[in-house]
C-alpha cells in the first residue's frame, strides 16, 4: 500500500507519522512520499518521519519530492493538508477582516473565504494529477475549509472524503470525563465543518444509550471551559456545539479579544520555528510535546481509520466525515457537503440519517451552506461581484459596508494568489 501526504513539509506531519507508526496493523503501509515545494521543510520532517518509524520498527519506505506527480504516482490514497500562501497568508486572514468590525478567522467569515479562494484552484489541480495517476486513488482532505474543498473534490468528480478533527476530539474527551474507553462513545455529530453539534452522546454504539444529559449535569463547566463558552449557553442548548460556534454565539466578545492580542498564526509561527530547530535535531526519533500545541489533535487516529476503510476492512465502518448531502438533511440540496456519521467503506462515504433538527440549528446550516454555494462559484470563476456576494452571504457579515470593505481587503491581500485579480 502506498500513501501519499501533500503538504508533508507541515510541521504537524510527525504527529500523523507516529499515528501511521503505531497503528500500522490497521494501515499497512508499504511505502508513505511526503510531497511538499519547500524542501528544506521537507528534508527536516522526512529526517525525523524516519526516525520515528525506526523507532517503532516500522517496515514502511518514506521518501519525499517536491514534484507532486512523482509523489502521487501510483498511491492508493492520496492526504491534502496544505496551506496557500503558508502561515503569512493565515496572519492576513486572521487580521484585516478586524479593520471591518468582523472576525479574523482562518477557516470561517472573510478569512475563511480568502483562504477558500487561495486553495480550491491549487486542490483541483493536485486532484487532476492524482486522476491521471491512478483514477481509483482516493483523496482524504485535511486542507480548509474542508467543507468548500470536499465539495469542489466531489463537484469534479473526483473520489474524495473530507476529514476533520473536531469530532475525535469530542469523542476523546467525553470518554476521558465518563471514564470510559474512546470506542465505547458514539457522537451525533451534526452539522457541516466547523459549523457541527453534539446533539447525543451514546454508549456502545448509534442506538446506545444517549448520556449527554448526564454528561452536560455531571461536567458542564469543564466542557464549556473547553469550548470558552459561557456554560449558560451550553446549558440552553442542551447540546454541545462545536467550539468553531464560539464565532456566531460570541461574535463581538471575539471581536474583541482578537483584537487585543496577538493572532494565532503569530503563535504558530513561532512554535513552527521553534518544532523545525527540534526536526534538525538526529537524536530526537519522536514527536515533541511542544506539537500537541500546534492543533489537530487526533488527527492522525482519524486519518488512519478513515483511509484503512477506504482501502480495505482494517477501519471502524462508522466515522465522521464530510460527504455530500444525499438527502440526509432534506432541507439542503443533495450536492451539498455535510459534516456527520456515515458508513465508510471501499465504496465511499454513506450518510446514516439524522433526525428532523430544530431550526435553531438547521437555519443556520442553511444559511452557511448559501454562503459555501456561492464561496465555491467565487473560488472556481472569480471576479469581485462573486467575491462580494458570498461576504454579504455570510451569517458573520451579512451587512452591505462591511461586505464591500472586506472585498477590497480580500483582494488586495490574496493578488497573488487570485488568477482573475
Not at 519547500?38 to 520515528?52: H, K, M, N
Not at 456561492?374 to 451579512?398: C, M, Q, S, T
Amino acid at each position: 500500500m502506498k500513501l501519499a501526504v501533500v503538504g508533508g513539509g507541515s510541521t504537524y506531519t510527525p504527529e500523523l507519522i507516529d499515528g501511521f507508526a503505531r497503528l500500522r496493523d490497521t494501515l499497512p503501509i508499504e511505502e508513505l512520499v511526503l510531497v511538499d515545494p519547500a524542501a528544506d521543510r521537507l528534508e527536516l520532517v522526512g529526517g525525523l518521519a524516519r526516525r520515528i518509524f525506526a523507532k517503532q520498527d516500522h517496515a514502511g519506505r518514506i521518501t519525499t519530492t517536491t514534484d507532486v506527480d512523482a509523489g502521487v504516482a501510483d498511491a492508493d490514497a492520496v492526504l491534502l493538508q496544505l496551506r496557500v500562501g503558508g502561515q503569512a497568508a493565515r496572519e492576513r486572514d486572521e487580521t484585516w477582516p478586524l479593520e471591518c468590525g468582523c472576525v479574523g478567522q482562518e477557516t470561517t467569515g472573510a478569512g475563511g473565504l480568502a483562504k477558500a479562494l487561495r486553495t480550491v484552484p491549487v486542490v483541483l489541480d493536485i486532484a487532476e494529477r492524482v486522476r491521471r495517476a491512478n483514477p481509483d486513488a482516493w483523496i482524504i482532505d485535511f486542507t480548509n475549509p474542508v467543507g468548500i474543498v470536499t465539495r469542489a473534490l466531489l463537484q469534479a468528480g473526483h473520489k474524495a472524503v473530507g476529514l476533520c478533527n473536531v469530532a475525535i476530539g469530542f469523542q476523546r474527551k467525553f470518554a476521558r470525563l465518563l471514564d470510559v474507553n474512546p470506542s465505547e462513545v458514539h457522537l451525533d455529530h451534526v452539522g457541516l465543518n466547523h459549523l457541527t453539534w453534539e446533539l447525543g452522546v451514546r454508549l456502545g454504539g448509534p442506538d446506545g444509550e444517549d448520556v449527554l444529559p448526564r454528561l452536560l449535569a455531571e461536567h458542564g463547566d469543564a466542557v464549556a471551559a473547553d469550548l470558552r463558552m459561557d456554560r449558560r449557553i451550553v446549558d440552553r442548548l442542551g447540546v454541545v456545539p462545536s467550539y468553531y460556534l464560539r464565532y456566531f454565539y460570541a461574535h463581538d466578545e471575539v471581536v474583541r479579544e482578537l483584537g487585543s492580542k496577538p493572532s494565532r498564526a503569530a503563535e504558530v509561527a513561532a512554535m513552527e520555528k521553534e518544532l523545525l530547530a527540534m526536526y534538525g535535531d538526529p537524536s530526537l526519533d519522536e514527536k515533541p510535546e511542544l506539537l500537541a500545541k500546534r492543533g489537530g489533535a487526533f488527527y492522525s487516529e482519524a486519518a488512519v481509520d478513515l483511509a484503512a476503510s477506504l482501502l480495505g476492512d482494517g477501519g471502524s465502518p462508522v466515522q465522521v466525515v464530510n460527504t455530500y448531502n444525499r438527502g440526509t438533511l432534506p432541507f439542503l440540496p443533495d450536492d451539498a457537503v455535510i459534516e456527520v456519521q456515515a458508513r465508510v467503506g471501499r465504496d465511499g462515504a454513506v450518510p446514516l440519517a439524522v433526525p428532523a433538527l430544530d431550526p435553531l440549528y438547521a437555519g443556520l446550516i442553511a444559511n452557511v451552506t448559501a454562503y459555501e454555494d456561492l464561496a465555491l462559484e467565487a473560488a472556481l470563476r472569480g471576479g469581485r461581484d462573486r467575491v462580494f456576494k458570498a461576504l454579504l452571504a455570510h451569517p458573520l457579515i451579512g451587512q452591505f459596508d462591511h461586505a464591500e470593505g472586506l472585498t477590497d481587503r480580500l483582494i488586495a491581500h490574496n493578488r497573488e494568489h487570485l488568477a482573475w485579480a
